[in-house]
């Protein structure tokens, strides 16, 4: 459906970094004037009155995979861990290090940076869900820790001492600071796609390292807590990739051809990142897992996250 032609002007003219008003009695905005950024919302949630069916679809799917983290037995892992190699044990607790702190900031970052931007009660519901589903794996990354390893305060803390992986952390991150600082409808077009990069990406080299100790046997527990955290993660990309496809339809005047070859840059940085960081915590020193092979899957994966939102591949 068209955009109306009233609510359209108010994006050439109001105020586009302002937050949506929690309670706003003077709206008038009906069920089809509703954007996903720059609207003017009640503030009221009625889910039976939707526009973007996706939205409900996702959260319905959102709500049967409900799970929870003690739910899984580490009991193994624990005996597990301690017969690991020192390339093993150091990949794993790099692996969790990384996992602990890109949720941990995904949680603050959908709740406080990202929600209050977009002006759609129903995407609101699919991010508050999305957050506490972040907070979920934190907790689950705590039963890890606790459960089998050695140093607790060390893995939690590898983020401040580990070189590379505050680099690689610092880049994400640099984009929500931008849409804090700076609120524009751009940003938050940016802050979407940077959203892709952690959920599409940045999860995956650390989910294959875990696979990879499952298939000889050793850490299976980790590797189910790492399933059901990686179907949420999935599904958090489809949140996005609707959200991205939707406000391009919306407002294409921000979905220009400067815009799209920053935002495949934005992936290419990313893709490296990726492939930079899962070298280092592998070290090639991980049977069934090379240098090559996980260029190979990440490149694979950026090139996938790039068509899913109209772009063309990079690889």
Same mark, same amino acid.
């Given at each position: 459906?068209?955009?109306?032609?009233?609510?359209?002007?108010?994006?050439?003219?109001?105020?586009?970094?302002?937050?949506?008003?929690?309670?706003?009695?003077?709206?008038?905005?009906?069920?089809?004037?509703?954007?996903?950024?720059?609207?003017?919302?009640?503030?009221?949630?009625?889910?039976?009155?939707?526009?973007?069916?996706?939205?409900?679809?996702?959260?319905?799917?959102?709500?049967?995979?409900?799970?929870?983290?003690?739910?899984?037995?580490?009991?193994?892992?624990?005996?597990?861990?301690?017969?690991?190699?020192?390339?093993?044990?150091?990949?794993?607790?790099?692996?969790?290090?990384?996992?602990?702190?890109?949720?941990?900031?995904?949680?603050?970052?959908?709740?406080?940076?990202?929600?209050?931007?977009?002006?759609?009660?129903?995407?609101?519901?699919?991010?508050?869900?999305?957050?506490?589903?972040?907070?979920?794996?934190?907790?689950?990354?705590?039963?890890?820790?606790?459960?089998?390893?050695?140093?607790?305060?060390?893995?939690?803390?590898?983020?401040?001492?580990?070189?590379?992986?505050?680099?690689? !952390?610092?880049?994400?991150? *640099?984009? =929500?600071?931008?849409?804090?600082? %700076?609120?524009?409808?751009?940003?938050?077009? @940016? /802050?979407?796609?940077?959203?892709?990069?952690?959920?599409?990406?940045?999860?995956?080299?650390?989910?294959?390292?875990?696979?990879?100790?499952?298939?000889?046997?050793?850490?299976?527990?980790?590797?189910?807590?790492?399933?059901?955290?990686?179907?949420?993660?999935?599904?958090?990309?489809?949140?996005?990739?609707?959200?991205?496809?939707?406000?391009?339809?919306?407002?294409?005047?921000?979905?220009?051809?400067?815009?799209?070859?920053?935002?495949?840059?934005?992936?290419?940085?990313?893709?490296?990142?990726?492939?930079?960081?899962?070298?280092?915590?592998?070290?090639?020193?991980?049977?069934?897992? !090379?240098?090559?092979?996980? *260029?190979? =899957?990440?490149?694979?994966?950026? %090139?996938?996250?790039?068509?899913?939102?109209? @772009? /063309?591949?990079?690889?």
């Amino acid at each position: 459906m068209e955009a109306n032609p009233d609510i359209g002007a108010k994006y050439k003219t109001s105020a586009a970094s302002a937050k949506k008003i929690i309670y706003n009695p003077d709206s008038v905005e009906s069920v089809q004037q509703r954007r996903t950024i720059s609207g003017n919302p009640t503030g009221l949630i009625e889910l039976t009155k939707v526009k973007y069916q996706w939205a409900i679809r996702l959260w319905d799917l959102m709500l049967a995979n409900t799970w929870f983290p003690k739910e899984v037995d580490m009991t193994q892992d624990a005996k597990d861990y301690k017969k690991l190699s020192e390339f093993e044990k150091r990949m794993y607790d790099l692996v969790l290090s990384q996992l602990i702190f890109m949720d941990s900031i995904q949680t603050n970052n959908l709740a406080d940076n990202i929600n209050p931007f977009i002006t759609a009660p129903e995407i609101n519901v699919l991010l508050v869900r999305q957050a506490f589903e972040e907070a979920l794996h934190s907790s689950s990354y705590a039963v890890m820790v606790e459960s089998i390893s050695e140093n607790t305060s060390e893995i939690y803390d590898k983020w401040r001492s580990d070189i590379e992986l505050s680099h690689k !952390n610092a880049y994400i991150y *640099e984009v =929500y600071k931008n849409l804090e600082d %700076n609120p524009t409808d751009r940003q938050k077009v @940016l /802050a979407m796609f940077a959203n892709q990069i952690l959920e599409g990406l940045y999860f995956y080299s650390g989910f294959t390292c875990m696979y990879i100790l499952a298939r000889s046997g050793k850490m299976l527990g980790s590797a189910e807590m790492i399933r059901f955290i990686q179907r949420d993660e999935i599904t958090h990309l489809l949140v996005f990739q609707n959200l991205i496809n939707t406000t391009r339809n919306e407002r294409p005047d921000l979905f220009t051809k400067e815009q799209d070859a920053h935002i495949a840059d934005m992936i290419r940085q990313g893709a490296e990142n990726e492939i930079k960081w899962g070298q280092y915590i592998t070290d090639d020193k991980i049977l069934g897992l !090379n240098n090559g092979l996980i *260029e190979k =899957y990440i490149k694979y994966l950026a %090139n996938i996250r790039l068509e899913a939102i109209g @772009l /063309a591949p990079l690889y």
